[in-house]
């Protein structure tokens, strides 16, 4: 299966059996990012969590009594 990078352009191929080909297939929304974008993204964010002035926004834990 052919699958493009949505930040570079990249063009590269993963196997049919593959579970991303797979997830790609089924469910058309999620997006490919390859493996060098990536690491990028993941560097970047830990140079900026290493900062202090970086949040992540997670949903708020809702005490459930039941």
């Given amino acids: 299966m052919k699958?493009?990078?949505s930040l570079c352009?990249?063009?590269?191929?993963?196997?049919?059996q593959d579970?991303?080909?797979?997830?790609?297939r089924n469910r058309p929304?999620?997006?490919y990012?390859?493996?060098d974008c990536h690491e990028?993204?993941?560097l970047?964010?830990?140079e900026?969590?290493?900062t202090g002035n970086f949040s992540l926004y997670r949903g708020r834990a809702e005490n459930d009594d039941w």
Wanted: one cysteine or more.
């Fill in 3 to 5: 699958v493009k990078c």
């Fill in 9 to 16: 352009d990249k063009v590269e191929t993963l196997d049919n």
């Fill in 19 to 24: 579970p991303t080909a797979k997830k790609l």
């Fill in 29 to 31: 929304i999620h997006t």
């Fill in 33 to 35: 990012m390859c493996s």
């Fill in 40 to 42: 990028r993204i993941k």
């Fill in 44 to 46: 970047r964010t830990e």
């Fill in 48 to 50: 900026r969590h290493a």
